[in-house]
C-alpha cells in the first residue's frame, strides 16, 4: 500500500500537470489574438496607402459639374410693380457656360439684327434671354429709349424703363474701362468700353438685371463702366446706326430719347448652344459669323 506521502506526490504532480495545461492554452490563445490585431493592422495600412494613393486626402476642391448651380435668380415682387411681367424663371442648372448662343432681332425697320450671346463670359444673361425668347416676353414690344450714350434701349414690354420679369440677376461681366496710352495726346479720346456692336444689359438700380437690353450703334467709353457685357452684334450694324439716327422725342419723363418713330421688335429669337465659336472681344476686333442655329 502506497505510503500518504507517495499520495500527496502524486497528487501535486497532477496539479502542476493541469496549471501546466492552462498556462499553455492561455500563451496559445494570447499568441492568437496579436497575430489577428497584427493583421487588422497590415489591412488597416494598405487601405490608407491606397486611399492616399488615389487621392482621397487631396485639398482640392472638386471640379464643376453640370449638375451644379450656374445662375441665381432673386425673385422680384410683381405685386409692387405693375410693370413686371410673370413668365416662370429659366434653370439653374445644366445651363451651357461655353461658346455662344446666336441672338436674333427682327424689327419693323430692315433687316434682322443678329448676336452672338457670350456664354463664357455672361452665361446668365444668356440663360434669361433664351427663357424669355421661349415665352414670347419680348415679341410685338417697343424700344423705348435712343440713349445719349449711343445705343438702343429694348426688352421693357411696358415701355417705362421699369419693366421686367419678375426675377433679377447679378452683373456677370462689366468691362474695365481701357486706360488712355502713354503716347497719347490730350485731345486724344479713351478708348471705348462699349464699342459699337457691342450688347450689354442694363438695369435700375444696376445689378438688378431683368430683360432689358442695349444695343450700341456707336462707341461709348465711359469714364466708369456699369452696364455688363454680354454679346457682340454680328449682322445687322447698318439697320441699327439707320434707327440710331431717328429723331427722339420726350418720353413723358422729361427726357428726349423716346424714338419718334416706334421701334417694333416683331420678334426675338435665341438659337442653341454653339460650343467652340470664337466670341467676340469689347474692341470688335473679332467679329464670328452668324451661328447656323439662330431661330
Not at 452683373?171 to 496710352?181: G, L
Request: with cysteine; glycine share 10%.
Amino acid at each position: 500500500m502506497a505510503s500518504s506521502r507517495d499520495r500527496q506526490r502524486k497528487l501535486a504532480r497532477a496539479k502542476l500537470d493541469r496549471q501546466m495545461v492552462r498556462r499553455a492554452a492561455r500563451v496559445k490563445r494570447r499568441r492568437q489574438i496579436q497575430a489577428g490585431v497584427g493583421a487588422a493592422v497590415v489591412l488597416a495600412l494598405i487601405v490608407v496607402g491606397s486611399a492616399w494613393a488615389l487621392g482621397a486626402f487631396d485639398s482640392d476642391p472638386k471640379e464643376n459639374t453640370a449638375a451644379e448651380e450656374v445662375c441665381l435668380w432673386t425673385p422680384q415682387d410683381g405685386t409692387a410693380n405693375a410693370n413686371l411681367k410673370d413668365v416662370g424663371t429659366p434653370e439653374t442648372t445644366g445651363l451651357p457656360t461655353d461658346g455662344t448662343r446666336a441672338m436674333t432681332v427682327t424689327t419693323n425697320q430692315g433687316a434682322p439684327i443678329t448676336a452672338d450671346l457670350d456664354l463664357a463670359s455672361a452665361p446668365c444673361a444668356a440663360a434669361s434671354i433664351a427663357h424669355l425668347s421661349s415665352r414670347s416676353f419680348f415679341d410685338n414690344t417697343k424700344c423705348h429709349e435712343i440713349t445719349a450714350e449711343g445705343a438702343l434701349r429694348c426688352g421693357d414690354p411696358s415701355g417705362t424703363g421699369l419693366g421686367g420679369p419678375t426675377y433679377s440677376f447679378y452683373n456677370e461681366n462689366v468691362p474695365d474701362v481701357p486706360e488712355p496710352s502713354p503716347s497719347a495726346s490730350p485731345t486724344e479720346k479713351r478708348p471705348p468700353a462699349y464699342p459699337k456692336g457691342t450688347v450689354a444689359m442694363i438695369a435700375n438700380p444696376p445689378g438688378s438685371n431683368g430683360s432689358q437690353f442695349l444695343l450700341f450703334f456707336k462707341d461709348y467709353a465711359p469714364d466708369e463702366a456699369t452696364y455688363p457685357i454680354i454679346g457682340k452684334v454680328t449682322g445687322g450694324l447698318d439697320v441699327l446706326e439707320k434707327i440710331g439716327k431717328l429723331p427722339t422725342v420726350d418720353n413723358g419723363a422729361g427726357a428726349k430719347v423716346k424714338p419718334q418713330t416706334d421701334v417694333v421688335i416683331q420678334s426675338l429669337t435665341v438659337g442653341e448652344p454653339a460650343t467652340g465659336a470664337p466670341v467676340a472681344t469689347p474692341s470688335g476686333s473679332v467679329a464670328p459669323p452668324p451661328s447656323p442655329n439662330a431661330g
